[in-house]
C-alpha cells in the first residue's frame, strides 16, 4: 500500500456532465500528480501540483482543472464529460521525485 | 515519435528465465527514470528507479541506462508466475512524468 486513496472507486455519468474526483496524498508529500490512463494505454500527465499551485501540464483541455488544498489533498474536476473520457484516472503523490501511485477512478461516460 | 517508447508484446517467458524489457526516451533532458508494475485492473507500483548511467540492481531486478542511447532497460532474473503483468517505463522531465505504453509479460509455469 502506498498510503494514497482515491474516491470514488468507479463512476458512471453521461456525455456533457462534470465530475470530481478525489485524492488523499500520503503524509508528507506536497507535491501530487493526476494522469488519465485508457486501455491498453500508459498513464497520460494531466497536471502536477506543488504547495497548491499548478506548475506542470500536460496535452489536456482546460475542461480539465484541478486544486491542492492545505492538507495536500486533491481534486481533478472535468467538465463537459466526452465519451472519450472514460478511462482509469490514477493520482500520485511524489516525494524527491519519486511517484506513489493511488488505486485509480474508473469513469465510465455514456 | 513518441516520448517514450516500448515494445508492446507480448513478451512469454518460463519460470526461471531472464525476462529483459526495454524502454527509448526522446527528451535528452529527461533526469530521473522509472519501472513500474502493473496487474490487470489495479494501479501502477513502483519497482525501481534510476537516475545516473550504468545498472542498478535490487532482488530479482536490475535496471539498466544509457543516457547517452537514451535507453533504459529492465531485467528479471529466476521469472516467476507472479512477475506476469503489464511493466510501465516512465521518465521524469521537469515537473512531468511520461510513461510508455507498457510491455505486457507472461512467465508460464
Known amino acids: 500500500e502506498t498510503g494514497v486513496t482515491q474516491s470514488p472507486t468507479h463512476l458512471i455519468k453521461t456525455r456533457g456532465q462534470q465530475v470530481t474526483l478525489r485524492c488523499s496524498s500520503q503524509s508528507g508529500h506536497n507535491t501530487v500528480s493526476w494522469y488519465q490512463q485508457a486501455l491498453g494505454q500508459g498513464p497520460q500527465f494531466i497536471f502536477q501540483y506543488y504547495r497548491e499551485e499548478e506548475n506542470g501540464r500536460g496535452n489536456f483541455p482546460p475542461r480539465f482543472s484541478g486544486l491542492q488544498f492545505p492538507n495536500y489533498s486533491s481534486e481533478l474536476n472535468v467538465n463537459a464529460l466526452e465519451l472519450d473520457d472514460s478511462a482509469l484516472y490514477l493520482c500520485a503523490s511524489a516525494q524527491e521525485n519519486t511517484q506513489y501511485f493511488g488505486p485509480g477512478t474508473r469513469l465510465t461516460v455514456l | 515519435q513518441k516520448e517514450v517508447e516500448q515494445n508492446s508484446g507480448p513478451l512469454s517467458v518460463p519460470e526461471g528465465a531472464i525476462a529483459s524489457l526495454n524502454c527509448t526516451y526522446s527528451?535528452?533532458?529527461?533526469?530521473?527514470f522509472f519501472w513500474y508494475r502493473q496487474y490487470s485492473g489495479k494501479s501502477p507500483e513502483l519497482i525501481m528507479s534510476i537516475y545516473s548511467n550504468g545498472d542498478k540492481e535490487d532482488g530479482r531486478f536490475t535496471a539498466q541506462l544509457n543516457k547517452a542511447s537514451q535507453y533504459v532497460s529492465l531485467l528479471i532474473r529466476d521469472s516467476q508466475p507472479s512477475d506476469s503483468a503489464t511493466y510501465l517505463c516512465?521518465?521524469?522531465?521537469?515537473?512531468?512524468?511520461?510513461f510508455g505504453a507498457g510491455t505486457r509479460l507472461t512467465v508460464k509455469p
Open positions: 527528451d535528452r533532458g529527461s533526469q530521473s
Open positions: 516512465a521518465v521524469n522531465r521537469v515537473n512531468d512524468m511520461r
